[in-house]
């Protein structure tokens, strides 16, 4: 047995953890079948080796426990400052061999720094006379935060340096920098990228929250001279518009700085091999300029002057006694808090499949995909020569950028950058420092291919995929090409939205609307390891709570919106089902604790709104239908208030709160009641089965896919009505000619109804994907698109939405067959698609406690089925009524009748499978 991979709940990195409680977790791995973990033992230490005998700062002791995740760490005395801990943990099997994992390590920054006065951004340096005042804070040393937020007050990009020479005889042994930049920074050691990094910090409410990085830069440290260099720019903090395009200032301009001037803070930490610790920290010794970028518009446009920069700037050696001294600044009014939730980093390169020459001195560029991207150019030519560059979605009939949206067309001519070359001789390389979109097209204006016109050369054209640094879990493959293609639309329309929050497109919006976060959760958590995202995105929604509880619709809220776009629970409601799908797919309480009061105050806050003795119906109801339509608010914000009081009962039973449990409870059920009282109709006077109504026009009963897909996806019908309500809701799909007749958010329970092995009808789903008119997935495809679109129209403003892609939760639960059942899927089920039109599908799912995989192929009248069950989890291998006997097996296992009369099924324990359905 083996421990294969360790880590700690809600942590992507490491080096900066801010709190005295963490959770650790860790996977194991065996080649013996009947392995599983007996007990275990963790220990932490500040002397890595010191881990076996007595550690100085936890120790579990031996723990009889088969349990992985979710492993409290609480030291009783807390985690010293800016420490160095080790940590190992030892497990113990069935039979009583031991195996120890890997030593792992985190670096703590001040756990307990946010209990003191003043806030971290109380400068000292220009406010003497305050220490006496703040005496508490200057006394705890070891505990505060020292640096100072420096800039040169203005709200235009800067270069910061601090050249650090130690002449201490003594031996480095790490070197960590904590820092951050406002809005965006890039930090640099000694001429080189501290970290793969880019957007350092996540976007946050920085009036609530600032988060700082943390980078070991140990391996880049010299005995000599260290330069470090900060490059900081706008972002949203202090959204620069210039002279483009700036979604939060658009028609009614109500975005509002936090802040307006660009500020930095950094402390460098100096551990000696001797046990001593020296801190360098960010004051006016420091020197800043203005940076080359003189335009950092985060909406994809940047200005850089070529001629301006300063080559080796941030490397040792360069002159910068023509700079100026950092000014000490009074920075954010936020508290820092570690960006916990993974980096923003550069994935995959793009380079262009064609290109075409519009007319002289412009050039476009296919990439060949649309995603979130960050260009690269090469080019060079005369001093002064000003290039422009701009993205798009979409191209015209002649191929020339083009926002197909009318209202939108600033966007289409207000989004470019402008790189002013320098006119050394060499190649010039821009690429944007801050900001990014998305885009499948790059024109290039004021060059050429060739030396024709007399223009600059275009020596080069490709882009990165920016996107979130969580890894990437799985991938789903099968024989028929259309499907393939709509889950490559939908893998490239997630992947381009995970940032530091979920946003909904990373074109035009960048929002982090709050309900793609929770809506595609369960589809998301197959692309990506989304825990510590999540678990950040409630750090932004508990900042931006309002004082009467009420959660608005996007988080951190960088734009204000009204009415139902303020208030509306199928957003709010991220803030009770996030906590829930933590613990179902990543068996995590860690949130629970923070979470709780912000979960009930939330829901007096929507007691306040019901109607009807419970219902709740004010919002945006059934968002997206029919472009952007709302309907159904009875049903689906009523039956998201009734979940939301069932996961608030659930956090009360796990914290121990059984007042509260029995309140949410008895509360939860009253919905129920109020919710079949008024949208169930039973009577069978106009239908021959109970069927769920809306109340869109009140006296009418309708019938519709989006009313029975809710009812029975919430859990409100029932049990003797369910039978009837399915029956009602094939009747509607039928009736609809099997279009999708449904918005975003019913959209999501039509394709978990027609999963349900109660319904399991794949064929209505890809005929609904299949239609040759709008709404249609495959229309896209057909039309060349590449991502999905934000509404089903083919002139749509924006193609790099995701919020229609929850077809791709179906694809892995009813056409790969995995689906969670037990919490991190401790326990799962498999059903593959015996009956259904695909021949192979094959596909993985990196699973929290290993990796599944699944192939199953259809040969002849047989069905092949290779099965991988990772250790420590449980695979209910589900076959329908038409599968025959099974070979293959274990001669220990056996098929029992699943209990309904349709079929059969075996529990697979961990362990490699080949077998064989006769069907």
């Given at each position: 047995m083996?421990?294969?991979?360790?880590?700690?709940?809600?942590?992507?990195?490491?080096?900066?953890?801010d709190?005295?409680?963490?959770?650790?977790f860790?996977?194991l791995?065996?080649s013996?079948?009947r392995?599983?973990?007996?007990?275990?033992?963790?220990?932490?230490?500040?002397?890595?080796?010191?881990?076996?005998?007595?550690?100085?700062a936890?120790?579990?002791?031996?723990?009889?426990?088969d349990?992985?995740?979710n492993?409290?760490?609480?030291?009783e005395?807390g985690?010293?400052?800016?420490?160095?801990y080790?940590?190992?943990?030892?497990?113990w099997?069935?039979?009583?061999?031991s195996?120890?994992?890997?030593v792992?390590?985190?670096?703590?920054?001040y756990?307990?720094?946010?209990r003191l006065?003043?806030?971290?951004?109380?400068?000292?340096?220009?406010m003497?006379?305050?220490?006496l005042?703040?005496?508490?804070?200057?006394?705890n040393e070891?505990d505060?935060?020292?640096?100072?937020?420096i800039?040169?007050?203005?709200?235009?990009?800067i270069?910061?340096?601090?050249?650090?020479?130690?002449?201490?005889?003594?031996?480095?042994e790490?070197?960590v920098?904590?820092?951050?930049?406002?809005?965006?920074?890039?930090?640099?050691?000694?001429?080189?990228?501290?970290?793969?990094?880019?957007?350092?910090p996540?976007?946050?409410?920085?009036h609530?929250?600032?988060?700082?990085?943390?980078?070991?830069?140990?391996?880049?440290?010299?005995g000599?001279?260290n330069?470090?260099g900060?490059?900081?720019g706008?972002?949203?903090?202090?959204?620069?518009q210039?002279?483009?395009?700036?979604?939060?200032m658009?028609?009614?301009?109500?975005?509002v700085r936090?802040?307006?001037?660009?500020?930095?803070?950094?402390?460098?930490?100096v551990?000696?091999?001797?046990?001593?610790?020296?801190t360098?920290?960010?004051?006016?010794?420091w020197?800043?300029?203005?940076?080359?970028?003189?335009?950092?518009?985060?909406y994809?446009?940047?200005?850089h002057?070529?001629?301006?920069?300063?080559?080796?700037?941030?490397?040792?050696?360069y002159d910068?006694?023509?700079?100026?001294?950092?000014?000490?600044?009074?920075?954010?009014?936020?508290?820092l808090?570690?960006q916990?939730?993974?980096?923003?980093?550069?994935h995959?390169?793009?380079?262009?499949?064609?290109?075409?020459?519009?007319r002289?001195?412009?050039?476009m560029f296919?990439?060949g995909?649309?995603?979130?991207i960050?260009?690269?150019?090469?080019?060079?030519?005369?001093?002064?020569?000003?290039?422009?560059?701009?993205?798009?979605?979409?191209?015209?009939?002649?191929g020339?950028v083009?926002?197909?949206?009318?209202?939108?067309k600033?966007?289409?001519?207000?989004?470019?950058?402008?790189?002013?070359?320098?006119?050394?001789?060499?190649?010039?390389?821009?690429?944007?420092?801050?900001s990014?979109?998305?885009?499948?097209?790059?024109?290039?204006?004021?060059?050429?291919?060739d030396?024709?016109?007399?223009?600059?050369?275009i020596?080069?054209v490709?882009?990165?995929h920016?996107?979130?640094?969580?890894?990437?879990?799985?991938?789903?493959?099968?024989?028929?090409q259309d499907?393939?293609?709509?889950?490559?639309?939908?893998?490239?329309?997630f992947?381009?939205?995970?940032?530091?929050?979920?946003?909904?497109c990373p074109q035009?919006e960048?929002?982090?609307?709050?309900?793609?976060?929770s809506l595609?959760?369960?589809?998301?958590?197959?692309?990506r390891?989304?825990e510590?995202?999540?678990?950040?995105?409630?750090?932004?929604?508990?900042?931006?709570?309002?004082p009467?509880?009420?959660v608005?619709?996007?988080a951190?809220?960088?734009?204000?919106?009204?009415?139902?776009?303020h208030?509306?629970?199928?957003?709010?409601?991220?803030i009770?089902?996030?906590?829930?799908?933590?613990?179902q797919?990543?068996?995590?309480?860690?949130?629970?604790?923070?979470?709780?009061?912000?979960?009930?105050?939330?829901?007096?806050?929507?007691?306040?709104?019901?109607?009807?003795?419970?219902?709740?119906?004010?919002g945006?109801?059934?968002?997206?239908?029919?472009?952007?339509?709302?309907n159904?608010?009875?049903n689906?914000?009523?039956?998201?208030?009734?979940?939301?009081?069932?996961n608030?009962?659930?956090?009360?039973?796990?914290?121990?709160h059984?007042?509260?449990?029995?309140?949410?409870?008895?509360?939860?059920d009253?919905?129920?009641t109020?919710?079949?009282?008024?949208?169930?109709?039973?009577?069978?006077?106009?239908r021959?089965?109970?069927?769920y109504?809306?109340?869109?026009?009140?006296?009418?009963?309708?019938?519709?896919?989006?009313?029975?897909?809710?009812?029975?996806q919430?859990?409100?019908?029932p049990?003797a009505?369910r039978?009837?309500?399915?029956?009602a809701?094939?009747?509607a799909c039928?009736a609809?000619?099997?279009?999708?007749?449904?918005?975003?958010?019913?959209?999501?329970?039509?394709?978990n109804?027609?999963?349900?092995?109660?319904v399991?009808?794949?064929d209505?789903?890809?005929?609904?994907?299949?239609?040759?008119e709008?709404p249609?997935?495959?229309?896209?495809?057909?039309?060349?698109e590449?991502?999905?679109?934000?509404?089903w129209?083919?002139?749509?403003?924006?193609k790099?939405?995701?919020?229609?892609?929850?077809?791709?939760?179906?694809?892995y639960?009813?056409?790969?067959?995995?689906?969670a059942?037990?919490?991190?899927?401790?326990?799962?089920?498999?059903?593959?698609p015996?009956g259904?039109?695909?021949g192979?599908?094959?596909?993985?799912?990196?699973?929290?406690?290993?990796?599944i995989?699944?192939?199953?192929?259809?040969?002849?009248g047989?069905?092949?089925?290779?099965?991988?069950?990772?250790?420590?989890?449980s695979?209910?291998?589900?076959?329908?009524?038409?599968?025959?006997?099974?070979?293959?097996?274990?001669?220990?296992?056996?098929?029992?009748?699943?209990?309904?009369?349709?079929?059969?099924?075996?529990?697979?324990?961990?362990?490699t499978y080949?077998?064989?359905?006769s069907?």
């Amino acid at each position: 047995m083996e421990v294969t991979r360790c880590g700690i709940h809600g942590f992507h990195e490491t080096i900066g953890l801010d709190t005295d409680e963490i959770r650790f977790f860790w996977v194991l791995e065996s080649s013996d079948s009947r392995a599983q973990q007996a007990a275990y033992r963790i220990t932490v230490s500040s002397d890595s080796n010191n881990l076996e005998g007595r550690p100085d700062a936890w120790d579990s002791g031996r723990v009889e426990s088969d349990a992985q995740r979710n492993i409290i760490c609480k030291p009783e005395a807390g985690f010293k400052s800016t420490t160095t801990y080790y940590w190992q943990v030892t497990v113990w099997d069935q039979d009583g061999q031991s195996s120890r994992s890997a030593v792992n390590e985190f670096y703590t920054s001040y756990p307990r720094s946010s209990r003191l006065l003043p806030p971290y951004s109380m400068n000292q340096t220009y406010m003497p006379h305050t220490s006496l005042i703040f005496r508490t804070w200057f006394e705890n040393e070891a505990d505060r935060w020292k640096a100072v937020w420096i800039g040169n007050g203005g709200d235009k990009p800067i270069y910061l340096r601090k050249s650090i020479q130690l002449p201490s005889p003594k031996r480095v042994e790490k070197v960590v920098i904590f820092a951050s930049g406002l809005g965006h920074f890039n930090l640099s050691v000694n001429g080189k990228p501290a970290s793969p990094h880019v957007l350092d910090p996540g976007w946050t409410n920085y009036h609530r929250t600032v988060q700082f990085v943390g980078y070991d830069v140990t391996s880049q440290w010299n005995g000599r001279e260290n330069v470090i260099g900060a490059h900081v720019g706008n972002g949203f903090y202090a959204g620069d518009q210039g002279d483009r395009f700036f979604w939060p200032m658009y028609e009614d301009n109500t975005y509002v700085r936090y802040g307006n001037e660009l500020c930095f803070f950094a402390e460098i930490h100096v551990h000696y091999d001797d046990g001593s610790h020296e801190t360098i920290i960010s004051d006016p010794s420091w020197k800043v300029r203005r940076s080359a970028t003189t335009l950092a518009n985060i909406y994809a446009s940047e200005d850089h002057d070529r001629r301006e920069y300063p080559v080796g700037w941030d490397a040792p050696g360069y002159d910068d006694s023509t700079w100026d001294p950092a000014k000490p600044l009074t920075g954010p009014r936020g508290k820092l808090r570690y960006q916990s939730q993974p980096p923003v980093i550069l994935h995959n390169t793009f380079n262009p499949v064609q290109h075409k020459q519009l007319r002289p001195g412009v050039t476009m560029f296919d990439l060949g995909q649309n995603s979130s991207i960050m260009p690269r150019v090469e080019v060079s030519g005369p001093a002064g020569s000003e290039i422009i560059i701009r993205y798009s979605e979409t191209v015209d009939d002649e191929g020339a950028v083009f926002m197909p949206d009318p209202l939108f067309k600033e966007f289409e001519y207000g989004v470019y950058t402008k790189f002013i070359l320098s006119g050394t001789g060499e190649r010039e390389i821009w690429t944007p420092d801050f900001s990014f979109t998305s885009a499948r097209y790059i024109q290039i204006e004021g060059a050429s291919l060739d030396e024709t016109n007399n223009l600059p050369i275009i020596h080069s054209v490709s882009a990165r995929h920016v996107s979130s640094a969580a890894r990437q879990l799985g991938y789903v493959k099968t024989d028929k090409q259309d499907v393939n293609d709509l889950i490559n639309a939908c893998y490239w329309s997630f992947s381009s939205n995970i940032f530091s929050y979920h946003t909904d497109c990373p074109q035009i919006e960048k929002f982090g609307w709050l309900e793609v976060t929770s809506l595609l959760a369960p589809a998301t958590q197959y692309v990506r390891d989304m825990e510590a995202v999540y678990s950040k995105i409630l750090d932004d929604i508990i900042d931006t709570q309002e004082p009467t509880g009420l959660v608005p619709t996007m988080a951190p809220e960088i734009r204000y919106m009204c009415g139902p776009l303020h208030d509306t629970i199928t957003w709010g409601c991220a803030i009770a089902f996030l906590p829930e799908l933590l613990k179902q797919y990543y068996g995590s309480t860690e949130v629970f604790s923070k979470i709780y009061q912000p979960c009930v105050r939330y829901m007096e806050y929507m007691k306040t709104k019901e109607r009807h003795g419970g219902l709740i119906e004010h919002g945006l109801g059934d968002w997206g239908r029919d472009i952007a339509f709302g309907n159904h608010q009875a049903n689906i914000e009523t039956a998201v208030y009734h979940r939301c009081l069932r996961n608030v009962a659930l956090m009360a039973t796990e914290l121990g709160h059984r007042d509260d449990e029995a309140r949410f409870t008895a509360w939860a059920d009253r919905i129920h009641t109020v919710y079949n009282t008024h949208l169930l109709i039973s009577d069978k006077a106009t239908r021959p089965y109970a069927f769920y109504t809306s109340l869109d026009n009140p006296g009418t009963h309708d019938c519709t896919m989006v009313s029975q897909a809710v009812a029975l996806q919430f859990g409100l019908v029932p049990t003797a009505y369910r039978g009837d309500v399915i029956q009602a809701f094939l009747a509607a799909c039928a009736a609809s000619g099997n279009r999708m007749q449904a918005g975003e958010i019913g959209l999501k329970y039509v394709w978990n109804t027609l999963a349900d092995p109660a319904v399991n009808r794949p064929d209505i789903v890809l005929e609904m994907a299949r239609q040759e008119e709008h709404p249609s997935y495959m229309r896209f495809l057909r039309r060349g698109e590449t991502t999905l679109l934000e509404f089903w129209q083919d002139a749509c403003r924006s193609k790099c939405h995701d919020m229609l892609g929850t077809i791709y939760e179906w694809v892995y639960e009813a056409v790969l067959g995995v689906r969670a059942v037990g919490d991190a899927y401790r326990t799962w089920t498999l059903r593959p698609p015996v009956g259904s039109e695909f021949g192979l599908v094959q596909g993985e799912v990196e699973c929290p406690y290993g990796l599944i995989k699944v192939r199953f192929e259809s040969v002849g009248g047989d069905g092949r089925l290779d099965v991988r069950v990772p250790m420590s989890t449980s695979c209910t291998l589900v076959l329908p009524a038409c599968a025959g006997v099974v070979s293959g097996l274990p001669g220990e296992l056996r098929t029992t009748s699943n209990g309904n009369g349709v079929g059969e099924e075996v529990v697979l324990p961990p362990g490699t499978y080949q077998l064989v359905l006769s069907l």
